[in-house]
T-cell receptor, first 115, second 114 residues
Framework: EPEVTQTPSHQVTQMGQEVILRCVPI?????FYWYRQILGQKVEFLVS????????KSEIFDDQFSVERPDGSNFTLKIRSTKLEDSAMYFC?????????????FGPGTRLTVL | AQSVAQPEDQVNVAEGNPLTVKCTYS??????LFWYVQYPNRGLQFLLK??????LVKGSYGFEAEFNKSQTSFHLKKPSALVSDSALYFC????????????FGRGTSLIVHP
């Protein structure tokens, strides 16, 4: 069964450093998402991506964040200058063509720890 | 605006007993509703969804959920719990007339005791 993969599983970084979280969505999916989950809190939407551009983003997704699909398979989330409060679990997800009611397929997550 | 609430942080049930994980929602129109499960060190996995039609929806691993419009609820149920059902369960709602991005609840930790 196809699945979404994410690397690394755990990233530790110093405050102010840049990090790139990587995801490989399911190959025939067209919509890609990033979510985060701060420990003990709800899953929060960050951004969605379709047709090589951001289609929707939340207020969390400020200028420190960017996404990119550099090739036909990878989907990345970059945080330019990490803050302590960026520590969270980051989930990538993808969904198929009919997005209005299609379920999303999630990766296992990357745990980001900012020191 | 769309929102979803999972009023219980944790649900404890004995193996073999029925289980219920609660979810209530708020949308302006008719909702699309989803349940996901998260096992340790894994991503969220889709369990089931309600889009339209029969209010009782059956999903993976013997789970089912009932859409109740008058109570704005979509509780997850299983007739007989297994220890392996122990996981974190997330309810999500999407307003078809609004953003296509679902809103997730905080999650409910289900613990099934042997």
């Amino acid at each position: 069964e196809p699945e979404v993969t994410q690397t690394p599983s755990h990233q530790v970084t110093q405050m102010g450093q840049e990090v790139i979280l990587r995801c490989v969505p399911i190959s025939n999916h067209l919509y890609f998402y990033w979510y985060r989950q701060i420990l003990g809190q709800k899953v929060e939407f960050l951004v969605s991506f379709y047709n090589n551009e951001i289609s929707e983003k939340s207020e969390i997704f400020d200028d420190q964040f960017s996404v990119e699909r550099p090739d036909g398979s990878n989907f990345t989330l970059k945080i330019r200058s990490t803050k302590l409060e960026d520590s969270a679990m980051y989930f990538c997800a993808s969904s198929g063509q009919t997005l209005s009611y299609n379920e999303q397929f999630f990766g296992p997550g990357t745990r980001l720890t900012v020191l | 605006a769309q929102s979803v609430a999972q009023p219980e942080d944790q649900v404890n049930v004995a193996e073999g007993n029925p289980l219920t994980v609660k979810c209530t929602y708020s949308v302006s129109g008719n909702p699309y509703l989803f349940w996901y499960v998260q096992y340790p060190n894994r991503g969220l996995q889709f369990l089931l969804k309600y889009i339209t039609g029969d209010n009782l929806v059956k999903g993976s691993y013997g789970f089912e959920a009932e859409f109740n419009k008058s109570q704005t609820s979509f509780h997850l149920k299983k007739p007989s719990a297994l220890v392996s059902d122990s996981a974190l369960y997330f309810c999500a709602v999407r307003d078809p007339g609004g953003s296509y991005i679902p809103t997730f609840g905080r999650g409910t930790s289900l613990i099934v005791h042997p």
